[in-house]
């Protein structure tokens, strides 16, 4: 009878042990399944997290780097040449374009190139220097009797007699071109530009604008 229930028993507890086994193998398996894991994702971890992008910055006057998009360079494609205006020399640019809002050259628009020119011009302003929201009044006044207002109305004046095919905003997006170069520190730091090697001030910075008011 003893020898009975020892071989029940015995019966018994293999089953168990084999039970046991599988287990500690299941779990043995899924841990090297973890680590072969972790081991392919790491790479991948490492390479995202070392790259970046990195914006080149351009010349501008030849003493200090800002995104080109900021601030325009060269001779304007459409009436560059023919004005004798390049964005790298806005104060002579500025005199030219000035002449055609109250100098000799004074332009005079009417009817709706006339409107079109009020609702340009309603649109930016030199706020930098002076304060003012627009270049013109609702009635198409002066807003600003600034040099730089002067020249950025002239530039919708010559545009809209010249190139009246040109649409509002382009004319607009040109004035603001302008904009950029009169007010070089002010706009970069409005877009959120940064100004990097020598500058043109000894403090580093862009001048705050280019020409008197």
Request: glycine share 10%; proline share 6%; net charge negative.
């Amino acid at each position: 009878m003893i020898l009975k229930h020892s071989l029940i028993r015995h019966a018994l507890g293999r089953p168990l042990e084999l039970v046991l086994l599988f287990v500690a193998g299941g779990f043995l398996l899924l841990n090297q399944w973890h680590m072969v894991a972790m081991h392919d994702l790491l790479p991948a971890a490492v390479a995202a997290g070392s790259s970046s992008s990195v914006a080149v910055a351009k010349p501008y006057n030849g003493s200090s780097t800002v995104s080109s998009d900021i601030l325009p360079h060269g001779i304007p494609e459409r009436y560059g040449t023919e004005l004798g205006v390049n964005f790298d020399d806005a104060a002579s640019a500025m005199t030219i374009l000035e002449n055609f809002d109250r100098g000799s050259g004074t332009i005079t628009l009417s009817g709706d190139l006339q409107q079109r020119y009020i609702s340009i011009a309603s649109q930016t302003a030199c706020e930098f220097c002076c304060g003012a929201t627009t270049l013109v009044f609702p009635d198409g006044k002066p807003a600003c009797g600034c040099a730089h207002s002067a020249a950025m109305r002239g530039v919708a004046l010559y545009l809209l007699q010249q190139y009246p095919e040109m649409a509002d905003s382009e004319i607009l997006a040109e004035v603001n071109r302008w904009k950029a170069v009169f007010f070089p520190g002010p706009t970069v730091q409005k877009a959120g530009g940064s100004v990097a090697g020598q500058a043109p001030t000894p403090s580093g910075a862009l001048p705050s604008q280019v020409g008197g008011c």
